[in-house]
């Protein structure tokens, strides 16, 4: 707990603890950094629900330094492979969300068991990565960035007036709602990603699944949601989703060239790599024009809802401006 935000541990039941032999004990610790007392008791339960097991004891203890632990015993024949699985399902508990209209779509396909909740994480994440990379540009813009391009003042003002309409262009409730319609086409994305993510194949961009998507979804603004969604197992170089152990964030890092189809007008050069991070409560970019780069971590607070909104409709491109 020192160095991790939580913990999952799996090992023999003691003896005098237990009255058959063999019984196998699962330990969840988490840290709740608000001291709020914030318990993951319905989360865990829906992966117990989601692997199809019930603990024979569960016990939830919370500690001064704001450590919960979740104690769960399991019967004899509940061990192995199935309980690995189960303890590599609760990695991911700390970054369950459930806003309404968004992250909570994705949780009531996994209350419905129509997605694991490894999946889930999945489609909230991806869902930064499309709202940042999703191409809002008109081409209205685009002809008067060309227009414009020998004024540089007349050039920054339109760009400055893009950026505080970009937050129309596409919202997260649009993206959760495509996600979750269209799930189906979710799945094989999923598996996509783990087989690149894990070294099985390289990065590559699914012309198969795109063609599927342009035949099976009647909304063309969907449909360009969930072909953004496939440029990311397309230029995926890296990510901690699938290593042992815990991560207080998810990281992806991608190469430069998924900026390559944006205007250079807005991106003008190609950079090295392209760092997403997104964790419970935040989240961000790190963008690198070399393989050796140094930076500090600029931290932008909102203060309401609104203003968060817009904060992120730019995020990425002040990421990019500041790099």
């Not at 319609?181 to 690149?196: A, C």
């Amino acid at each position: 707990m020192a160095t991790r935000n939580t913990v999952v541990k799996v090992f023999d039941a003691p003896a005098n603890l237990v009255q058959k032999s063999g019984a196998q004990v699962l330990q969840f610790a988490a840290f709740d950094v608000d001291r709020t007392g914030r318990a993951y008791i319905s989360e865990i339960n829906e992966c117990f629900r989601s692997h199809n097991v019930e603990p024979k004891r569960f016990y939830v203890d919370s500690f001064a330094n704001g450590i919960v632990t979740y104690t769960c015993f399991f019967d004899p024949t509940f061990q192995g492979e199935a309980l690995e699985k189960l303890a590599q399902t609760l990695r991911y508990v700390s970054h369950f969300k459930h806003n309404p209209r968004k992250s909570g779509l994705v949780w009531e396909l996994v209350l419905n068991n129509k997605i694991t909740p490894e999946h889930a994480i999945f489609l909230i994440t991806a869902a930064k990565f499309i709202f940042s990379f999703f191409p809002k540009e008109t081409e209205e813009y685009l002809a008067l960035a060309d227009y414009f391009e020998s004024d540089p003042s007349k050039k920054s003002e339109l760009d400055t007036l893009f950026r505080d309409t970009m937050a129309n262009a596409i919202t997260y409730e649009r993206i959760y709602d495509a996600l979750t319609s269209n799930y189906e086409l979710t799945l094989p994305m999923f598996d996509d990603f783990k087989k690149v993510a894990t070294g099985l194949c390289k990065p590559f961009y699914n012309e198969e699944l795109a063609a599927k998507v342009d035949d099976q979804v009647g909304s063309r603004f969907d449909a360009k949601i969930l072909k953004t969604l496939l440029k990311l197992s397309a230029h995926l170089q890296m990510t901690n989703f699938f290593k042992a152990g815990t991560a207080s964030a998810i990281a992806m890092r991608f190469d430069g060239e998924v900026l390559a189809d944006r205007p250079r007008t807005l991106f003008s050069r190609i950079p090295y790599a392209v760092y997403l991070v997104v964790g419970r409560s935040f989240y961000g970019f790190h963008i690198r024009f070399t393989e050796i780069a140094r930076g500090g971590i600029r931290l932008i607070l909102s203060r309401n809802r609104q203003v968060y909104k817009k904060n992120c409709a730019t995020l990425l491109e002040e990421n990019y401006n500041l790099a």
